[in-house]
């Protein structure tokens, strides 16, 4: 009998125990999702592509939204107005940086939407853009450095012909028949100095990604290291326990439809606030209204003599 009850106990507890981990396996995911878009936000590279793309308060909302989130409750945290907020995340959703899910609330027919953003891939897009750049740029200098063009004095300094068409026009003017002249090359300074402005910041960018990319394989070894416990024991836990199985599995569907239902409340709550606001601002307004109809509506002055 005592046998028994102490095999009961150490299943209870394996069984405690396997769902501390599974809630700190979830922890650690999300702790090592922040640690790592954390140190992609202190990078001075992608602080100033964020800023120039996104505006200066997109890393306030980025630091405030790591985890699920509503824009309302991003803008609260971050102190911003709404309508900025969501500026902000639809640009990151075009750059393909941000997601939604759209929840209707269903007594109140509101539709929430809570927001992810992910930033993971940013230096890989500051790359592709930079590349880009370069290649344009190459092909400016290289077309300074080959091509020729003139142009009649007479007619139209601005008005260019190409080398090929001069040629044909035995380098006289259509119109005039003066003779064509050929235009000065422009300057290769102001593109040199930011090509070779491109060319380090993509040199600096190749081993950002790499420093990342070692830092993003280190977490994911660390959490697939803790997976590894959870289903070994797992599988400790159902050898010694058929029945453990069907136990976890009910209690996860216990676990999740509270946490559902906890986050609708939530956005209830949150609509339900929203709702009284929009109310009162109407109420307010109607006041203004009625007070400044009376101020217009003057009572008639009574007709009289006038003294004397």
């Not at 609330?105 to 993971?120: A, L, M, Q």
């Not at 009649?152 to 090929?164: A, E, G, H, V, Y």
């Not at 422009?186 to 190749?206: A, G, P, R, T």
Request: aromatic share 6%; proline share 2%.
């Amino acid at each position: 009998m005592k046998h028994q009850e102490n095999r009961t106990n150490n299943d209870k507890m394996l069984f405690v125990r396997l769902d501390w981990m599974e809630t700190n396996i979830k922890e650690e995911t999300l702790k090592s999702q922040i640690k790592l878009e954390t140190e992609l936000l202190y990078n001075p590279l992608v602080t100033d592509y964020l800023k120039t793309n996104f505006g200066e308060n997109s890393i306030k909302v980025i630091s405030a939204a790591m985890e699920e989130m509503t824009d309302d409750a991003i803008a609260a945290r971050c102190k911003l107005k709404v309508a900025e907020v969501r500026a902000i995340l639809n640009k990151l959703y075009n750059y393909k940086m941000a997601e939604y899910k759209r929840i209707k609330d269903r007594d109140t027919g509101w539709f929430s939407y809570i927001w992810k953003i992910d930033v993971s891939n940013i230096l890989n897009i500051i790359k592709e853009q930079t590349t880009d750049r370069i290649g344009e740029l190459d092909k400016t200098m290289e077309k300074i450095s080959t091509e020729f063009v003139y142009y009649c004095p007479q007619c139209s300094k601005t008005n260019l012909i190409s080398f090929d068409l001069a040629a044909d026009l035995m380098f006289r003017c259509p119109n005039c028949e003066n003779k064509l002249l050929e235009k000065e090359k422009e300057s290769k300074d102001k593109y040199e100095k930011e090509l070779n402005e491109l060319k380090s910041k993509h040199i600096s960018l190749l081993e950002d990604i790499r420093k990342f990319e070692e830092l993003k394989r280190q977490e994911e070894m660390r959490i697939k290291e803790l997976q590894v416990r959870m289903a070994e024991m797992t599988k400790i836990e159902e050898t010694s326990n058929p029945k453990s199985k069907a136990r976890r599995s009910a209690s996860r569907k216990l676990n999740k439809k509270s946490f559902i239902k906890t986050k609708h409340l939530k956005l209830k709550k949150a609509t339900k606030i929203k709702k009284a606001d929009v109310k009162k601002k109407l109420a307010n307004s109607n006041v203004k209204k009625h007070k400044a109809q009376k101020k217009l509506i003057k009572p008639a002055k009574p007709k009289g003599k006038k003294k004397r």
